[in-house]
C-alpha cells in the first residue's frame, strides 16, 4: 500500500478520500497546513502528495518535494494556475481533476444571479429585522434577456442549459465552439455589447487574465450583470468597483476572488482584513461574494476523491494517467 501526502484537509475532503481510498491501494496522510516551499518536507517518505488550488506549488516547492522524494502531483482540482508547469516538467508527475462538478458550479452560477436579480439576500437581511417593505426588491424577468456565456466547456455548457430552461438567449464565446445547442458563438467584444449577463466558465491563462477590464467594461451594456465562478483573476477588481460605482455594473455574482488564498475556505472572522477591494465588494449590496463552494456539493466530493485516487493508482501501477497535465498544453474552458 502506497502512503500520500494530503495537504490543506478541510472535513469535507475526508468524507470520501476515506471512503475510498483502500479500495485504491492508497493510505492518506491528511495535514491540515498548505503545501508551499516551507511545509513540503512533512511529505517525507511518500511517492505522491495531494494538493488543492490553495497550495503553492512553485520551483522552490518543487524542488523540495523532490529532495524529500516525491514523484508525483495529483491536484484534487481541475484548476492548475497555481502549479509551476514549466518548472515541473522532469521533474514532478502533474495530474488533476478535469471535470468533477460541471452541473453544481453551474448551479451555484444561477444561484447567484437569482439571488442578485430578485434580490434574495437583502430581503433575507431585511425579514429578520421584521422589515417587510419591498423598497429596492425590483428585478427583472430572465426570459428573453441575453446572456453571455464565456468559455463553453462542461460547465460553460451545463449553466447555457439552465438558462435556456429560463428562456435566455444564449451567446457564447470560446476559441473551440461546441455547436449543437442553438447557441451563437461571438466574439469576446460582441458578447459583452450585446449581453444583459454575462457569466466566465473558462480557464486562468496569460490570455484569460484580467479579461473583464476596463476596456471590457467600457463597452457592455449599462446595468449588466456579471458572474464568476470560475477564476477571480479572469476581473479586475478595481475596474469592477469602478464600474459597480458608476452604474455601469448593477450587480456582481462572486465566487472566486483573485487574492482569495488570503481568506477562502478559512474562518477570518476575528482578523483584520487589509485588503481594501475585498472589503469593499463585501460592502456593497449589490455585490455577492461567496467563498468558493461552487463545486461544493456531495456529488461533486465523490467524484474528486475517486478521479484522485485513481490518477495515483495508475500512477503507481505504471498505467497511463488520463489526467495528466503537461507544460506545453492549456486546459480546455472549464
Known sequence: METVAFFDTKSYDKVWFDRLKHRHGIDLKYYDNRLN???AIMASGCRAVVAFVTDQIDAPTIDMLRRVGVEAVSLRSA???????????????????????????????????????RKVHRAYNRVREYNFSLKGLIGFDLKGKTVGVVGTGKIGLAFIDICLGFGMKVLACDPQPAWGRGVEYVSFPDLCRRS??????????????????????????????????????????EALLDAIKHGKVSAAGLDVYEEESDFFYEDVSENVIRDDKLKLLLATPNVLVTS????????????????????????FAGRAVENEVFAQGRAKAL
Not at 484548476?79 to 471535470?99: C, M, Q, S, T
Not at 463545486?295 to 467524484?303: K, P, Q, S, V
Open 79 to 117: 484548476g492548475y494556475n497555481h502549479v509551476d508547469l514549466r518548472y515541473a516538467e522532469g521533474k514532478l508527475r502533474i495530474f488533476r481533476v478535469p471535470a468533477y462538478a460541471p452541473n453544481a458550479v453551474a448551479e451555484h452560477a444561477m444561484a447567484l444571479l437569482l439571488c442578485l436579480n
Open 196 to 237: 444583459d449577463v454575462i457569466s466566465l466558465h473558462c480557464p486562468l491563462t496569460r490570455d484569460s487574465y484580467h479579461l473583464i477590464s476596463r476596456h471590457a467594461l467600457r463597452i457592455m451594456k449599462e446595468g449588466v450583470v456579471i458572474l464568476n465562478t470560475s477564476r477571480g483573476a479572469l476581473i479586475d477588481a
Open 292 to 315: 468558493h463552494q461552487g463545486f461544493l456539493t456531495d456529488e461533486a466530493l465523490r467524484e474528486i476523491a475517486a478521479v484522485t485516487l485513481q490518477n495515483l493508482a495508475d500512477y
Open 37 to 39: 516551499r516551507d511545509t
